[in-house]
């Protein structure tokens, strides 16, 4: 492994680095009180006692309260993160084995979700991608993430859910008992008006019901829920593509089955892109079992659960379409998949008006057209075009953005339960417009923090009262900060996506993820085949060493590494001292010499000097090579 040396000396720490460390610092603390207050010594978790939150719904929830929570150790946080990580999901999935259904079977079934949608899977089992990534050695999770996919490609005797002749998934549920058609014969009790009053209605062509309001008239809860049993429980939807990535986090982790696990995600994204293309450039939302496009929907394209009309239209399928790309590009290093969730974005946009100086796009559609105009979330754009880097897809995302409250050029406090939302700045600042983005998120981030520690220091709500989000607004891990400035890296798609990364770090002497202690990384500047990143050792007299990686699974490649140095000193320049820091770094300076280093490989070293720091130009050939979760030492 090819090694560098970091020696150019700061006198003052530079305040990203400061500002990183104290975070990671802050979180490493910050877990404890909701372990202490929420968490019982077998990992399970305080649980709502009502009967909707242990039927068919909540699992995700209760995984999604610790979503974040490996991430965090793979950046840096300590050791017993990733410890209280294992326990919490170990303690969960246990938990929710004991909870029924409402069907005669438990909520959990051979550690796997009985069945239910994939933007409910998506969310949740994000926790456990992140969890296999940060500790691929461990064999207990290596077996599981295999046995999870195998339930997919039909390998448990007892289950069918994909038929390989017509390249669709069977049902809308699905899960370890197979397609869960069950789930739907149960809503046939009722589609209750005071649950789904805030969404728009399935389906306009049942007779009494032309409005959300008429679901208050006898019957017609009942009747709604009839319709939706009747056309949905069947048949393949376009948000089952989030299935991928957990077919894709068994394939990280190597061995002879990788194949089967690449050849299963390339097939079911295909078909997909072929459907798109015969349905004239829209992706359809639903297929029945004979393989056509709107079997139960009289013909319609759209109308499949979690589809283009009901309940979040693009909301959910963006995720699922965008992960489903961002795998396939990983197995491939064919960037054309990336067109699977650009084409759609480009559909919506052309069905835009401008209000103000702010695009407001549509994320549904029903019989009446399109629907539900707004200014559209950027998240999707920003990973099509970290990945393509692409100036076409660079000013789509200027199109989109928001000018009325310009959040491309400040950082942004938002209610959402991943703590971030500031992709359009982070954005501004790699084109060298925001410079002041790393210390001003950073220190949101600081906010965030120590906001949710009051909050579970005040906490006096009764845990019989708890709803099944009560949890997640009491995580105190915020990374979005750390993730882009660090490792180059948007936050992975909340329902169901795999981090994406230019960089990852290991620790050499503590042969674990992460950045060494108090080393901090800030990433400069991307494009298509370099990466910018500087650097720095607080320490006062400790040298550390870290291992840079291409790409969050070693998909990229490292070519050369451009930076500078200090060179070897004279007897006479060692004495370069006095009072002035500014006559101290005047000298260092004329000791500066320019390198360029060969490395060809996906991972090098940096060693950095105690109070030092090194900016590297790297140059990069990206998507060439075979993912995987292996560290640099295996």
Not at 7 to 26: G, K, M, Q, T, Y
Not at 229 to 246: E, I, K, Y
Not at 621 to 628: A, V
Request: proline residues 5%; contains cysteine; glycine residues 10%.
């Amino acid at each position: 492994m090819q090694k560098i040396t970091g020696n150019i000396p700061f006198v003052e720490p530079p305040e990203w680095a400061v500002l990183e460390r104290s975070l990671i610092d802050l979180m490493n603390e910050a877990v404890l009180p909701v372990m202490k207050k929420y968490v019982r010594e077998d990992g399970s978790v305080l649980w709502p006692t009502s009967e909707p939150f242990s039927s068919i719904d909540g699992l995700d929830d209760a995984y999604e309260s610790f979503f974040n929570w490996p991430v965090f150790y793979l950046l840096g946080g300590g050791d017993h993160i990733l410890e209280l990580s294992h326990k919490t999901f170990d303690g969960i999935t246990a938990q929710f084995s004991k909870y029924d259904s409402g069907h005669g079977h438990p909520m959990v079934v051979k550690e796997y979700e009985q069945g239910y949608d994939w933007m409910h899977q998506g969310e949740g089992y994000v926790f456990f991608y992140n969890l296999c990534m940060a500790d691929p050695g461990n064999q207990k999770n290596c077996e599981r993430a295999r046995r999870f996919a195998g339930f997919y490609l039909n390998e448990d005797p007892d289950i069918t859910n994909y038929d390989y002749e017509k390249k669709i998934l069977l049902s809308p549920h699905l899960g370890s008992m197979g397609p869960a058609y069950r789930n739907w014969e149960e809503g046939k009790r009722g589609y209750p008006y005071s649950f789904w009053k805030v969404y728009p209605l399935p389906f306009l062509d049942i007779d009494g019901i032309d409005t959300v309001e008429d679901l208050q008239k006898p019957g017609m809860e009942e009747k709604m829920a009839q319709a939706m049993a009747d056309r949905m429980a069947r048949g393949d939807v376009a948000v089952n593509l989030a299935s991928t990535s957990l077919v894709m986090n068994a394939y990280m982790f190597g061995g002879e089955a990788k194949q089967k696990y690449r050849s299963w995600i390339l097939e079911y994204v295909d078909a997909w892109i072929q459907r798109t293309k015969d349905n004239d450039g829209i992706l359809p939302d639903n297929v029945g079992h004979s393989g056509k496009v709107g079997e139960l929907m009289g013909g319609r394209w759209y109308g499949g659960n979690y589809g283009w009309t009901w309940p979040h239209g693009w909301g959910t399928l963006g995720d699922a379409v965008t992960c489903a790309a961002e795998n396939a590009l990983a197995l491939t290093g064919d960037r054309v998949y990336l067109d699977l969730p650009r084409s759609q974005i480009d559909l919506l946009m052309s069905q835009g008006e401008l209000k103000g100086e702010t695009w407001h796009i549509p994320e549904c559609y029903n019989d009446h057209g399109w629907f539900q105009f707004g200014p559209m979330r950027v998240d999707w754009m920003a990973h099509i075009w970290l990945a393509s880097m692409s100036e076409a897809d660079r000013d789509r995302i200027k199109k989109l953005r928001n000018n009325e409250t310009e959040n491309y050029k400040s950082v942004q406090s938002y209610y959402t339960k991943h703590n971030a939302g500031n992709d359009a700045a982070w954005i501004h600042y790699l084109e060298g417009n925001y410079k002041e983005y790393p210390v001003e998120i950073l220190r949101h981030n600081h906010a965030q923090v120590y906001q949710c520690i009051d909050f579970m220091r005040q906490d006096q709500q009764d845990p019989s009262t708890y709803g099944d989000w009560y949890l997640q607004v009491r995580n105190p891990i915020s990374i979005e900060g750390l993730l882009q400035l660090t490792m180059g890296a948007p936050l992975f798609l909340y329902n169901g996506g795999l981090l994406q990364a230019r960089l990852r770090y290991f620790d050499v002497d503590r042969r674990r993820p992460g950045l060494p202690k108090d080393v901090g990384a800030l990433v400069e500047s991307m494009s298509d085949d370099t990466i910018v990143v500087q650097l720095a050792n607080l320490s006062t007299i400790e040298k550390r060493e870290v291992i840079l990686q291409a790409g969050a699974f070693g998909e990229h490649i490292f070519k050369k590494a451009k930076g500078q140095r200090r060179r070897k000193l004279s007897e006479e320049e060692v004495g370069i001292t006095g009072s002035d820091p500014r006559r101290y770094l005047d000298g260092v300076s004329e000791q500066i010499e320019n390198f360029v280093v060969d490395i060809d490989d996906k991972v090098f070293s940096v060693d950095i000097e105690p109070g030092c720091f090194i900016r590297l130009e790297l140059g990069m050939d990206r998507f060439s090579g075979d993912p995987s979760y292996n560290f640099p030492w295996d």
